[in-house]
């Protein structure tokens, strides 16, 4: 059985199978915010989702970051190492790509265990 949520139009923010919650990208609501308080928007979206679909950020097995600047790296991981439980860091890659809106500074895809 597949379970999708907030399921519309052209795609579901979440998606689970076989006890693995697949997100879509997350990307920050707020553009105007700094990349450090981006960051912070998309991991409160993160968590919201991950708890729909039964999982938290404990689960979480691989992150797939996307920085619209790599400057911004240090900013993303400032909210990133607030934001992560110690020991319990997922798989993770973080790389610097054109990002679907000119103000979204980051953009986060999870997968994880329910």
Known sequence: ???????GKRMSEATVHGGIVYLAGQVPEDTSADAEGQTHQVLA????????????KRRILRAQIYLA????????NRA???WV????????ATVQAPLARPGWKVEIVVTAAI
Do not use: H, Y
């Open 45 to 56: 979206e993160i968590d919201a989702l991950l708890a729909k679909a039964g999982s938290d």
């Open 80 to 82: 990133w190492d607030a």
């Open 85 to 92: 439980v110690p020991g319990e860091a997922p798989a993770r």
């Open 69 to 76: 600047d790599i400057a911004d790296f240090d900013a993303m």
């Open 1 to 7: 059985m597949i379970q999708r949520f907030d399921a």
